[in-house]
């Protein structure tokens, strides 16, 4: 059954009528934090909003939004006007000063339009997200638990459709000289095994980080961390394998294995990337502050 969308306006009420249509699938939001400045580092923006009044003028040049144009509201984050510390606001697409600032040719992820965005806009105090300066703490705390399960989770999805489509093509191919199937040469089924045991690795790891996250415990952000970077990898290399063990017949587009291929490598660039979420996580077990030097940054990582 779909859902109607509604054009989210700048009448409803934060916290109200934007989460509960968001919820129920009625209005569509969008993360708006990469910036060209400090690139994959979201939690560093570099704009700055300025005070004007009872509202809050906005000046951003964001790098990668998805949905952008599509959305109907854009969790902005942007340095607070008068402090060295993060704040986010939620910004209605309709608000004049929002507009969408390049076209979308990424070598994957092709159904979805992830384009820069400049926000030139003035929006009400009110629809600033948390306290102020709170930023960090929701991006963190908020943010990151739901971005990183489900990230992960696309990630798990492509593995085990290309595990699918590779068993499927080597079973039924046929080298008829030799009256079997590709799936009968040694290298072709132990790299199949290779792949299905990490494709049931990492999805048992991430059935147990969603389970931390519905009942939290010490580890919880441990798992946050880590489930985005390890999902993130073995779609690389599960995808990588597909390719392989299919052959030419992966390299055309005809099993959608190049697609999942081509998929796979957005999840590990996207911020916080497999790369970073590893410094952190070796960070966390060393007991080792997050941010080496960000004036809003929590010493330690969050429970
Ligand atoms: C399809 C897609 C959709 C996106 N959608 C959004 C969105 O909706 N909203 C949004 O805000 N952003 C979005 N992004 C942007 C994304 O989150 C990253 O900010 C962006 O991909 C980073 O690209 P970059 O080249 O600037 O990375 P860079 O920061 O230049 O990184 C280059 C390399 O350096 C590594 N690196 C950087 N810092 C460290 C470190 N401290 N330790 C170890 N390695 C490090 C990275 O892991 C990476 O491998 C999207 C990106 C993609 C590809």
């Not at 965005?117 to 629809?127: C, K, L, N, R, W």
């Not at 990492?202 to 580890?219: K, M, V």
């Not at 993130?232 to 697609?259: K, P, W, Y």
């Not at 796979?264 to 077990?285: E, K, N, Q, S």
Request: hydrophobic residues 45%; aromatic residues 6%; proline residues 5%.
């Amino acid at each position: 059954m779909s859902v109607p969308r509604c054009r989210w306006r700048p009448h409803h009420r934060l916290g109200c009528d934007l989460v509960a249509d968001l919820a129920g699938g009625r209005a569509l939001g969008s993360l708006a934090f990469s910036e060209a400045g400090s690139r994959s580092h979201f939690w560093a923006p570099v704009s700055r909003a300025r005070l004007n009044g009872a509202g809050v003028r906005l000046n951003a040049a964001k790098s990668w939004v998805t949905s952008a144009g599509h959305a109907d509201v854009y969790i902005v984050s942007t340095l607070t006007a008068d402090a060295d510390t993060v704040d986010l606001f939620a910004v209605p697409a309709v608000t004049p000063g929002v507009e969408v600032a390049g076209r979308w040719r990424g070598m994957g992820l092709r159904g979805n339009a992830s384009t820069p965005m400049t926000f030139d806009a003035e929006v009400p105090g009110s629809y600033r997200l948390g306290a102020a300066g709170g930023g960090l703490d929701l991006m963190l705390q908020t943010v990151l638990p739901w971005f990183n399960l489900g990230n992960a989770a696309v990630s798990v999805g492509l593995s085990r459709a290309a595990v699918d489509a590779a068993v499927r093509h080597t079973s039924a191919a046929r080298l008829e000289h030799l009256d079997e199937s590709l799936s009968a040469l040694p290298t072709i089924r132990a790299r199949l095994a290779r792949m299905s045991i990490e494709l049931a690795s990492t999805a048992a790891y991430l059935t147990q980080a969603a389970g931390r996250i519905a009942e939290p415990r010490e580890d919880t952000m441990l798992h946050v961390l880590g489930v985005k970077a390890a999902a993130n990898d073995a779609a690389l290399r599960i995808t990588d394998s597909a390719m392989r063990v299919c052959g030419g017949a992966a390299f055309s587009e005809h099993l959608q294995i190049d697609r999942y291929f081509r998929d796979a490598r957005a999840g590990h660039v996207m911020a916080p990337t497999a790369d970073v979420l590893y410094d952190f996580y070796g960070r966390a077990i060393t007991g080792q502050p997050l941010f080496d030097s960000q004036p809003s940054a929590p010493a330690q990582v969050p429970a």
